[in-house]
Structure formats: C-alpha cells, structure tokens
C-alpha cells in the first residue's frame, strides 16, 4: 500500500491546520498516512524516522519565519544528514508547504530550501498543480475562497490571519492543500508502478 | 544632484505604471530621474546606457513571466556583462520591482535575480522597508489600499489583474512603489555624503 | 519508446558540449533523443515544439549569465507560457544543467529558475543524484575528474574555462553530464510504467 | 567608531575560522568588532543583543546543512523577530558568508537566506565585490591561492575539506574573508558620513 509521511513543525497551529488538511487529501486517495509532528527543538521520534524511511513519498512542512523555514523545522532537516550518507532517500517522492501572515512572506524561499533538501537527497520533486483560480476579476486576486490563490507552484502556501487557526487559513488555502495531498498519492502509485 | 535611473520592462503596461509610480516617488524626493524603457529585444538606447553610467542609484523593474524576470529584460541583463568585465558599477545603489498576475507567482524569484545582478556588480542593495498594512483583521490580507499589501522585503511585489494597466494593479501597490523610489534617494543621499 | 528532449542555449560551446554529454547519457539508457538548440533570438522550430509537446521528459540547459540563465534560453522559457495555458507539459519529467566560468557562479540561481520553470508547468523534477567524488583529500575538492565536483544537486552544473569548448568542461563535469541523462532515462521509463 | 558585529554559529570550527578571517579584515580597518557565537541551541547572551543593536553593521555567518544556514543559526535568525517588530535594525548595513564541504553544495541558497532576513528587517545589504581570480587558466578553477576562487557574488562562499579547521578552508578563502570584513567597515563609514 502507499505510504505518505507528512513532517512538520507548527508554532501557532496554523501549519498544523494545512498539515491536517494535506493529510486528509491523502487519506481520500486510499494511502497509509504517517503524521509526524516535529518539536520545538527539532527532534522526532525514533518510530517517525523508522516511518519516513519505509514511506514513498515525504510532505514537508514548515511556517515561514524571518523569511524561511521555522528554526525546529531546521534543526530536523540537518538531522536528516544521517540518511543523506546513505542516500536512504534516494528515489522517494518530496513535496513542501509552507505558511506565513502575509500573502508571499518569501515564502518562496522556504520551498526553494525544502526543494534543495529534496534534491540533496536525490528525492524527486512533485510539484503543486492546480491553477490559480482567483485572478478572473478586478480586485479578486487572492480571495478566500479560490485554490492556490496565492499563486504558488512549486509547493503550497498558505497564508494564516493573526487570528486563531480554526479561522485561519481560510477555506481556499485548505482546500489547495487537500489536492495537493491527493496528487502525492497520485504521483507515488505511478512512481511505484 | 542624486541621480536615479529606473530600467525596466514592460509587456502589457502594468509593469510601467509601478516604473512610473517609482519615478514619480523618485521625483518626489527631488532627485533627477532617467526613466529607461527596455525593448521587446532587450535593447536600449547609447543614451540610456550613459544615464546608467553616471546615475547614483539603479532600480531594475520587470515582469515576471514563467516564474522570472521577461525575457527582453533578461537579454539587457545580459548587456551589461560589459559594465561587469571593468567593475563600472560597483558600488551604486540598486534596488528592484516585479508584477505578475498572482498574488506569489512566484516574484521572489525575479527579485533574487535582480539581487544577484547587482551583486555581481558589486552594487548595494536596498530593500522594500515598508510593513504590509493589510494583516491587523481576518480576511483583509492582500486588500488593495494597504502599502506592501503582498509582503515582500527583498524589493516591491506588485500584482496586476487581467484588466488594463489604469485599473491594476491598485493603489496600494502604487503607494508601494512611490514609497520605494523615495527611499532610493533618501540612501543615494546618505550614501554619497 | 522513452522519449526525452534536451533543450539548451549556448553561447561559446561550452553548453553545447554538456548537452551532447547529456544526450549521450540518453542514447546510451536506449531511449529516443531530441536535441534542440535555442536560437540567440530565443526560437526554436514548430517541429521541436511538436518534440517537446510529445516527450516523456525534457533537460532545460543554459550558460549562467550574469547570475542567471542566459537572455536567449528566457526568451524561450516565455515562449511555453502557451503551453502553460492549457497545462500541456503537466506531469512530464523535467531536470536541468547550466555552465559557467566559475565554480559556484551563482548556478544554483538557474537552476532555481529552470525548476520553478518546471513546477509552474506541473512538471516532475528529477534533480541529480550523484555524491560529490572529489572531497576526500584536503586541496581536492573540484578535481577535475571527478563526478559532481562543484557538489550540485538540483540538476547538473558545469564549470568552463576560458578556452575553447574542446578543452573545457572537464571530464568530470561531462561524465556528470553522462549520468544526469542516464538517470533521466531510467526515471522516465518508471514513471511511464 | 564604525563598529560591526560578526555573528556566526560554527559546527565544526571551519565555520569559526572563517568568521575570525572576516574580524582580522574588520579589526585592519580600526573598527570596534563584536564577535558572537551562536550556541548549538540557537542562543545568544543578552549582551550581545546590545552589541547587534548598537553595531553599524551585522555580518551573518553560517555552515550550510543539508543546503541552507545550519539549524542553530536559524534559530539565532528566528530569535530576530523580537527586533523586527520595532524594525529596531532598519538602515543598519548587513552582509553574510557560509561554509560548506562542496564548491558550491547549494550554498548560494544559504546567502540568499541572509539577504532576506536582512531585507525583512530593512537592512542595506553590502555583497562581496572581489572578482574571482583564478579563471585566468585550463584547469585553474578554484585553486587553493585565489580570492572568491569559488565565484560568489551576494556574499562570501569557502569550502572545506574534511580535515581540522587549522588546514582547511585554504588562504585564498581566509584572503576572500579578511578582504570582505574590510569592506564591511568602508560601506559603514560611507554610510554613517
């Protein structure tokens, strides 16, 4: 069966809100889903590595602080070193979504490095998909309801209110995450094929 | 007097109206402004490559097509590889701006790409310094009267609709880029006590 | 039959000789190549759009410009966004290469650019997996014949010296190259499967 | 007196060496120099919060992990968010350098990290201006005798060997670093007059 792991740190819960939702598309597609929740200091537990390395594709993700991925989030990537001298990784499927309090937030930025801790790893890159359906009307661009309103493509971004998670992010972003859930089981039963 | 170029390129006009709203913040400051408008070719005029030469600060300014700066402003990146070979710019002041579509649409890219050219220049850069406005309530991020409404620090994001240039991209957009250009003269000045 | 393009620009040789290196490692993986060469004005032929539309991956290479890929290779990067419209590459494999004079040369810039390329088309990055051979001994890293010497890995990079294309890149870098389409190949065909 | 801050987290002391040849290039200029060691937790003394604050300008540095700034430093960036609010290092200069095993070893996306940490708190950013020496020559690239032998633009790049940090990174690197700090204390006195 296909295992997807999704991985990562949340400080507000806002993150963690997307995460849920990335999993949830997983699980709609039929997958073993693998939650794994990293802590302030960056550790996680053994019977999380042991799920990462027996997982076909991996989700990363991470809120955008100081413009790019959270300090814990960090500290777990350079943990990875260990894998990286086996190439353990080699081959498995990577994804990344990434939140922040303003619309880019260079975000892009923490894509780009969880891209590059992928590609470190010789992990190939699934992509998020879906088109920006929000840009049709003057004065729409970036409304709440629309998918990857933000008009990101490389992973997921999300963008959270200085409110509390169960208001924010808001319905497009979660769904966007959804999707892009279901496309990783997608893409791993082809890559496993 | 403080001299300040703004080279840009423009594909449908709304990129020239945020290179005209940095001009006018430029003018606003009392600094002279050459406003240098790059062909579909790449091409600019003997002038043009002399008001480079002798201005105290240079903002780049393009639209971001397919994920990085356009084409056309791309190739007069490129010219300028004979400015590079003798160091002509080192030490000016840069800065840069970018519009797309969507609210990312992944611009941070085509400010990293105007950062590492002038950085190969040995020029200095300055950044966008003002707060996104736009994040105090639920639901009004993004909203189109509030200055670096789209987050971005590196240098001015702006985002323009599928409607004609004097419609989008909207006020606080333009604010955004009058503010910037402001500020490049206010660094030229400092900057060449 | 796997079928791969490689699409590159080249301005002295250089370039050219590592996509010949890269479709060498195509043809020697038993699939069906197609080179094709972006004209200085950006064009390619409607046949090698018909090639790339109907290829199971495409290679993106270009020279390093200026911290960027080369004016011409952008020129053909907007040229997609046709394709782009109707999400005609989606789900293709994608990778890329870039040379330049220097060891670092602010390639991994290009290749951030190829891959956000890639991920606003929807494309499967297959990055280089290759360990860097050349770090063992102090005063060796970026020997000249070893694989992956500048350490890259979102997609190949090259360094050339200022001599013609015959004598530079090395064969460390071109066997570098080799594997990169080798590997291209191989991921193709699993994800055809 | 021009007084610049070097703040830095070291894994395994190549990173420390480097920060000390940045100092020696400060110290040469007759600057006050603050040198701050980022603990493996990310922490840093309430004094030296004082002597960021009160610096004309801040030199980040960091190994990069795994293809950004090690996890430790991100934590340090991380804990800059308290001055963001109140844009405390608005205008103050900034500049940064990293260290890694590889050439390049995607370090160039550890710089661009610094730079937009600098950018979010408003910061000028200051990037290393020596040419890259060691092209001249076949063969040549990145030896051991040359400044930015490694051809890094946005900030300074060294490599080192898998050897104790008193033989590695080599002289060109430690030339490239000292010559970097003394650039850092011209910027700050131009930028102060």
Known sequence: MTTISVVYHSGYGHTEKVAQAVGEGVKSANATLHMIKVGADGAILDTDWDHLNSSDAIIFGAPTYMGSVSGPFKMFMDATSKIWFTKGWKDKLAGGFTNSLSMSGDKLNSLFQMAILAAQHGMVWIPQA????????????????????????????????????????????????????????????????
């Open 130 to 193: 879906e088109a920006n359906t929000s840009t049709s009307e003057p004065g729409k661009s970036g409304d709440v309801e629309s998918v990857n309103r933000i008009g990101s493509y490389l992973g997921v971004m999300t963008q959270a209110d200085n409110v509390a998670a169960d208001q924010s992010p808001n319905q497009g972003d979660i769904k966007t995450a959804q999707l892009y859930g279901t496309r990783m089981v997608e893409a791993a039963k082809r890559w496993a094929a």
